[in-house]
């Protein structure tokens, strides 16, 4: 087109590899001077050309009509389907519904058909001396062939009917009269007969393919049964950890339309795979009112993995579990949206069902402004580092200090979590051979480990409470108790 050839002889617009064949490819034109043809002209997929008639198929008859969501996703789907001609009720033979499809069925009806290639005939009828404007290029014919070899004319050749016709909408009201006919050479019959001779050594190469397919299915199945089920282990030294979870509800908020986001924190020692997403946020829920409280069902479903590699066995090592922070917030019709609250849970450190419902809190501020604020305008104060629920993972002191920070109890989330763990003993060395069991040992995959997790915990807090008291002592009280030993 006219709008090309100005738009591509300039290098640097010329961003794709395409681009650039153009540009040199009407240097070359110019020099051989210049096309002969200025009114017709082609579009194809690579172009960067929509044909917004077929891309924009409305649903109604209304003039205002908005295309949804899934309309503008499966736009592009419904652009590339074979074009179907009404059937008439009394040549009806299938049936309309199929109750009980089977598989190879769904393969061949799919929405989505085999790959399809578009070439657009366009016309560019702007008057003389206005050509190379959009506005003036229409489609005049679209040519479409598929997967399978099927070439698709629209609208079809002209034959016996009359011309097609393009009315423009302007001062002069221009008419525009075209036809389309089917240029081909007519095929010889020598070369028929050689190309119905090529599609059956395809079809023959196609059958052996299947056949070769099935014969190592059925080896892969064989060699599968003789060998069993393969498990995929931990290395020495390793606690796997999976988390199914489930974020089942929240109940007791002010506003309505909740959602929740998650966020995990893995502490030392700790990893996850690099595919894994290590936050999360639900849907938009609405509350339904249940006995005295409005509840808000989300089901939002979630799945966690985790390594623990422990790097020393000194006794003072504990393993911290990781902890999954999440906070609520709504968001209203007038799309402000409100922190509801904050919360967070340690993941349970022994394996099997646990249902867990977690109170939240929401920072405040007093006075009757800010809750004005909050009513009409949205947001409210919040976190600028959610870790701050609990122990900050930047802080580096002995105490942390919340005092003047103030709160509002809030309402609670329910979670189900599906605990999965995975270990193996560790090596025992020459310095450790009197140890039973190492920390790891004791919390892999046994259904004691939250125990003697807390007996651990309390034996090291007596331990350094015992040091404290120690060194508070006089010297000199120490030094004789000592030698009277």
């Not at 109750?99 to 769904?106: D, L, V």
């Not at 001396?129 to 609208?155: A, F, S």
């Not at 908020?253 to 639900?282: C, K, M, R």
Request: charged share 25%; aromatic share 12%.
């Amino acid at each position: 087109s006219q709008f090309e050839v100005d738009l591509y002889q300039n290098e640097s617009a010329c961003q794709t590899p395409l681009d650039r064949q153009y540009h040199e490819e009407i240097l070359k034109l110019e020099k051989a001077g210049g096309r002969k043809n200025y009114r017709i002209f082609t579009y194809t997929d690579h172009d960067r050309f929509t044909n917004l008639e077929e891309h924009c198929q409305k649903v109604t008859d209304s003039d205002h009509e908005v295309p949804s969501y899934l309309a503008e996703r499966m736009a592009n789907v419904r652009r590339r389907r074979q074009d179907h001609r009404p059937v008439e009720a009394s040549s009806l033979k299938s049936k309309i519904i199929t109750w009980e499809p089977s598989e190879e069925f769904i393969k061949n009806n799919h929405v989505i058909n085999t790959p399809v290639q578009t070439m657009y005939i366009m016309g560019d009828l702007g008057p003389y001396g206005k050509l190379g404007h959009r506005e003036y290029e229409h489609v005049l014919c679209t040519i479409k062939v598929d997967g399978n070899g099927v070439i698709t004319v629209k609208p079809d050749f002209t034959g016996t009917k009359g011309a097609y016709r393009i009315e423009l909408d302007g001062e002069k009201r221009e008419v525009w009269k075209y036809t389309i006919e089917n240029a081909s050479v007519q095929v010889q019959p020598e070369e028929e007969e050689r190309e119905q001779h090529i599609h059956n050594q395809k079809d023959t190469f196609s059958n052996l393919l299947v056949l070769c397919f099935q014969l190592y299915s059925r080896h892969k199945e064989y060699l599968s049964g003789l060998v069993g089920s393969e498990f995929e282990t931990t290395l020495p030294g390793t606690l796997r950890l999976f988390v199914n979870g489930e974020i089942v509800s929240a109940q007791g908020y002010e506003y309505d339309n909740l959602y929740v986001h998650i966020f995990l924190e893995l502490p030392n020692q700790w990893s996850s795979p690099a595919f894994q997403q290590l936050s999360g946020v639900t849907q938009t829920c609405a509350t339904k009112t249940v006995g005295w409280d409005n509840v808000a069902y989300f089901c939002y479903p979630f799945t966690l993995e985790m390594f623990f590699t422990q790097g020393d066995e000194s006794e003072d090592s504990l393993p911290h579990w990781p902890v999954l922070y999440f906070e609520v917030l709504s968001l209203d019709f007038w799309q402000r949206y409100r922190v509801e609250g904050y919360g967070s849970l340690v993941l349970p450190a022994s394996p099997g069902l646990h249902m867990l419902t977690i109170p939240t809190w929401r920072p405040v501020e007093l006075g009757t402004v800010a809750e004005l604020r909050r009513f009409f305008i949205g947001g409210s104060p919040e976190l600028e580092d959610i870790t701050y629920v609990r122990m900050p993972s930047t802080f580096k002191g002995e105490r942390l200090s919340r005092f003047g920070f103030r709160t509002e109890t809030t309402g609670s989330v329910k979670f189900r979590l599906y605990c999965l763990q995975q270990s193996k003993a560790f090596l025992e060395t020459s310095a450790l051979r009197q140890r039973v069991q190492s920390v790891l040992d004791r919390l892999g995959g046994f259904s004691q480990q939250s125990s003697v997790y807390n007996v651990l915990e309390a034996f090291q807090r007596a331990r350094r409470r015992m040091q404290e008291a120690r060194e508070s002592l006089p010297q000199d009280l120490i030094s004789t108790s000592a030698s009277a030993v």
